[in-house]
């Protein structure tokens, strides 16, 4: 998933995927993307390994369940099939800051252009990168109108409790989160759309 524009100079010639879904910063896109697609992650140390499923990857603010004597060693994203559109939407201060809400989200059509899969995965409305379920629940068997995909926004981000803090209130994450997810699924919609 390209995001061209998306990072600074630096963080595109000196950051790593590994490291930033590591650092598990709660406001970074790559722990959300590792999330939304079920990502599988191989942790070693000195004497044995272990994959641990994205789910599980991230407990708090840049804390993980890699142990003092673990590292993230791989990665492996599954590749989805047939017609699949991704993207990934964010609020920010000014370019190259850390989002203040955001979303990374795909779905899968099927023949008729209904949703047959969905992720959705929210990054700064929590200390962790959250999974909206319940919001990619309601996707499933739908060919969603603008106004349903605003909805879908809403649900994704009801039951969530965003951090309140100098950079966006609880409230202003929530409202604006909820249109970024909106406005992230027309995105890969098309995309799908465009793969058929």
């Not at 995965?121 to 995909?149: F, H, Q």
């Not at 098309?190 to 058929?196: N, Q, R």
Request: charged fraction near 25%; charge should be negative.
């Amino acid at each position: 998933m390209a995001l061209p524009g998306k990072s600074d100079v630096v963080r595109r010639n000196r950051g790593t995927v590994g490291g930033s879904i590591a650092h598990a910063d709660p406001a970074a896109e790559l722990p959300a993307v590792a999330l939304a697609l079920d990502a599988e992650l191989e942790v070693a140390s000195a004497t044995a390994s272990r994959t641990v499923p994205a789910s599980e990857f991230f407990v708090g603010t840049w804390t993980t369940v890699l142990g003092d004597d673990e590292l993230l060693t791989s990665i492996r994203f599954p590749v989805w099939s047939g017609r699949c559109g991704f993207a990934v939407e964010e609020v920010a201060r000014r370019h190259g800051d850390f989002a203040l809400t955001g979303v990374a989200c795909g779905v899968e059509l099927d023949t008729a252009g209904a949703v047959q899969r969905a992720a959705i995965a929210l990054l700064g409305m929590g200390n962790t990168p959250v999974r909206a379920s319940d919001a990619e629940g309601a996707l499933v068997g739908r060919i969603p109108s603008e106004d349903e995909l605003a909805e879908i926004g809403q649900l994704a981000v009801r039951e969530l409790d965003p951090p309140d803090d100098v950079h966006a209130s609880a409230r202003y994450r929530r409202s604006v989160g909820a249109g970024v997810v909106a406005r992230g699924l027309a995105r890969a919609f098309t995309a799908a759309k465009e793969t058929g």
